[in-house]
């Protein structure tokens, strides 16, 4: 705006002091705003990368709760195996799991809390239920990770048919102007002759 305002004068045109401070304004709410809206993207994206990296885990934690192993020693063996920044933040809260001597389900509850990652929660929840109950932990998890998965594939369905009903007025606006495009010249010829 002051650069603005600068070649406004120089070039001799008359700019009174309302413009600089309204473009200031305008300037200070998008470079607030687009940022903000930047950051909530990645953390939605990451959120659901975390929520498919969970669904794996449950899987391998249950194949391996089917092998005999105990829930904690299932639960750190699955954490184990990946890389990706959310078996990484699995891995890190078992690990302090281990040293504080908390539950697993205390400590994956904090985590869903801290990363706003309901389905983590909930997974505490269940963990939680399973191990103060004497439920079937095996059945618990293997029950979670296909809920997990059909509330991927649902989200993943009404994705896919928000843009399939977003592409239908470009493609009807397609068809408007080819009909336009073709049908023109012929209107033009009868109009003429009349």
């Known amino acids: 705006p002051g650069a603005a305002t600068v ?3 120089v070039a001799d045109v008359s700019v009174g002091p309302t413009l600089p401070v ?24 990451r959120r659901e990368e975390f929520v498919h990296a969970l669904s794996s885990f449950l899987d391998v934690t249950a194949v391996l709760l089917a092998g005999g192993a105990g829930t904690e020693t299932a639960l750190h063996a699955a954490a184990a195996l990946g890389d990706s920044w959310p078996q990484q933040r699995l891995r890190a809260a078992l690990d302090r799991c281990r040293l504080t001597g908390q539950t697993p389900w205390e400590v994956l509850a904090d985590l869903g809390d801290r990363l706003e ?16 109950q004497g439920a079937r932990v095996r059945v618990t998890l ?16 009404a994705r896919a ?3 399939t009903e977003q592409m239908s ?3 009807a ?7 336009l495009f073709v049908g023109f010249p012929a209107v033009w010829v009868v109009v003429g002759a009349l």
């Open 7 to 9: 070649l406004a004068s």
């Open 22 to 45: 309204v473009a200031t304004a305008v300037l200070v709410v998008v470079g607030f705003v687009v940022p903000d809206m930047e950051v909530r993207a990645i953390a939605r994206e």
């Open 117 to 132: 990652i309901g389905e983590l929660s909930q997974l505490a929840t269940s963990l939680q239920l399973a191990g103060e």
């Open 142 to 157: 293997a029950a979670r990770a296909r809920a997990l998965r059909a509330s991927q594939l649902a989200a993943v369905e």
């Open 161 to 163: 048919h928000a843009v």
């Open 169 to 171: 007025v470009p493609v």
């Open 173 to 179: 606006l397609l068809a408007v102007a080819f009909m």
